[in-house]
């Protein structure tokens, strides 16, 4: 049943009633009473005060004292374009991040920090662009708390995208709803596309230990690790830190999840489209793939050939417009995406599971209706959609079309939806079994698949997709509107419904945040949702509904696809 108003048993009257969603006005004494006690009386009290905290009063970090600004919502102040590291220009280019600089007296943190260098040309008019600088290392945090003896969760959100509008002063990752809700939340700059990415021989040899690449993933460890320094001062928890991200950002944690760089620095883990079994083909063209390490090298050397550059020190030597002018030309040997590179990311993903070296942290993550080849606007016909299954299936086939059968264009439209939709549920649930019974962790796993579609379309996130919501249907990145209660500043016509879901949604964030858990306790916490069962394959829908699906819609699709994917012989 579709939720349309106070009647709807998907979600509490509460959660309908406009004067409490927390993403429009609302003081912070009402974000703690969401957390449904998860807080305890201690956010409770804290919360009460918060509201008189003073941005003005100077905060000390390793580096030196900080300022803020007033943030969106009352109570909350934020802190932007603090350095975490040192610039990456010069000879800092394509090597490890190095220490922040110190500086004397105080910094005023009321300016956004520059972006990693990055093309524009398909950024909309209307966007509001950063300043580009390989000095670009730098982070924002919005806080509620009225005193470094505070605790609270902290939430480290690491930004998507592909190539361009990769930068996180975007009113979509606004943080003052969450801090609002009780948390500590932090975006970062990070390097990305050639700067973030590219391997070559001469790096692996300079490296110390023979491998290239992941420099965003290194990235995103060193603020980490800044946070774990730092963050008391803000008052957020050091040992309640939630490693988050979307997409790309979301393929920087399942490496972190593997990588020794971040062992110890954060304790829970938020994937949005997300994770994918190990053998699941679309680790083939989706952010969360990787190259090994001899193809980025090779790549790297091609790309050094393809600018004029005589070596690694002549790709130094050029400009950060020149290099990303270079990597975007056509014919420009690939340079983006993670590596496999036995270092940052020292195994395939099977292997992690298999060794046991995944980490053993509460995970939440899951994925969008309308991604991973789903689409309300898909074309296909008959011959395209059997050609699809032979190619895909093989000698099974014909078993795969009486499951998804279609005699007609329009049918096929319905029956390839119903497929990517159940594959994608079917994948990141097969994903979770891994990470309970073959890595043998105990902690839980909560997946999920949005299916709320956003009204009209995006007029103030570069990020966003464009489009309009009959074309994009549940997109990729639709969700992290609700995650964050972020509707103010996309121009989308909102209704009563979206703010309802954007402030259940974010309930969920803040109790997870807060234990690990995204259920609460109380009269306005959301339906609950249930942690992954490996025996019972099921996901939660959040979104039109609030409540368990199942992986596929029938057990028969379920035992096809699962056979499927564990069938193919590779892993990543």
């Not at 969106?72 to 934020?78: H, I, K, S």
């Not at 956004?112 to 909309?124: E, I, K, L, N, R």
């Amino acid at each position: 049943m579709t939720p349309n108003g106070p009647s709807d048993p998907a979600l509490p009257d509460s959660a309908w009633d406009r004067r409490g969603f927390l993403g429009r006005t609302v003081a912070v004494t009402a974000g703690a009473a969401l957390l449904g006690g998860v807080e305890s009386a201690t956010a409770t009290a804290s919360a009460s005060t918060s509201a008189q905290s003073r941005p003005e009063r100077p905060v000390r970090t390793a580096s030196g004292l900080v300022t803020g600004v007033r943030a969106a919502l009352p109570g909350v102040t934020v802190y932007k374009g603090i350095p975490f590291a040192d610039s990456t220009a010069g000879k800092n280019r394509w090597r490890p991040p190095q220490p922040a600089p110190s500086w004397k007296g105080v910094r005023k943190a009321d300016t956004w920090g520059p972006a990693c260098p990055q093309p524009t040309t398909t950024v909309p008019s209307w966007a509001d662009l950063p300043e580009f600088s390989e000095d670009c290392l730098n982070l924002n945090i919005w806080t509620g708390a009225s005193s470094s003896s505070e605790r609270r969760p902290v939430v480290v959100w690491v930004y998507g995208g592909a190539r361009t509008a990769m930068w996180p002063q975007q009113p979509v990752y606004d943080g003052s709803c969450l801090a609002s809700k009780g948390v500590v939340f932090v975006t970062f700059n990070h390097r990305v596309g050639t700067f973030g990415n590219l391997a070559h021989p001469e790096l692996s040899a300079e490296s110390g230990h023979g491998a290239s690449g992941n420099w965003g993933a290194m990235d995103t460890a060193a603020a980490l690790k800044w946070i774990q320094r730092n963050i008391a001062a803000f008052g957020g928890d050091p040992d309640r830190v939630t490693l988050a991200g979307w997409s790309h950002g979301s393929s920087l944690v399942n490496i972190l999840m593997i990588s020794r760089l971040a062992r110890g620095l954060y304790q829970r883990a938020v994937l949005c489209a997300g994770v994918q079994y190990p053998k699941d083909p679309a680790l083939g063209r989706v952010a969360g793939g990787y190259k090994t390490l001899d193809v980025a090298e090779a790549n790297g050397t091609a790309f050094q050939e393809f600018t004029g550059a005589g070596s690694l020190a002549g790709l130094r030597d050029l400009s950060a417009d020149e290099i990303v002018t270079w990597a975007n030309a056509t014919g420009a040997p690939s340079t983006g995406g993670n590596t496999l590179d036995g270092y940052v990311l020292p195994s395939t993903y099977g292997a992690a599971m298999t060794s046991g070296a995944e980490v053993d942290v509460p995970v939440l993550t899951g994925n969008n209706k309308d991604e991973n080849g789903a689409s309300p606007s898909l074309s296909m016909t008959v011959a395209q959609y059997r050609e699809f299954a032979a190619t895909t299936f093989g000698d099974r086939a014909e078993e795969f079309l009486k499951l998804y059968p279609a005699a007609t264009d329009t049918e096929v439209v319905t029956a390839y939806n119903s497929y990517a939709r159940d594959e994608e549920r079917v994948s990141t649930f097969l994903w979770g079994t891994l990470f309970k019974e073959t890595a043998g962790n105990r902690s839980p796993v909560w997946n999920y698949w949005w299916s709320h579609v956003p009204p009209g379309a995006d007029t103030g996130n570069a990020i966003m997709t464009r489009g309009d919501a009959a074309t994009l249907g549940a997109y990729h990145g639709a969700e992290m509107y609700y995650l964050f209660g972020n509707l103010e500043g996309a121009g989308r016509p909102w209704t009563e419904k979206d703010h309802a879901l954007a402030d259940a949604t974010t309930t969920y964030v803040a109790n997870f945040a807060a234990t690990g858990n995204p259920n609460g306790m109380g009269r306005r916490t959301p339906p609950n949702w249930p942690a992954l069962r490996t025996a019972k394959p099921l996901t939660m829908e959040l979104g039109d509904r609030f409540t368990p699906i199942p992986a596929a819609d029938s057990e028969p699709k379920y035992a096809f696809l699962r056979s499927y994917l564990e069938s193919q012989t590779t892993e990543y």
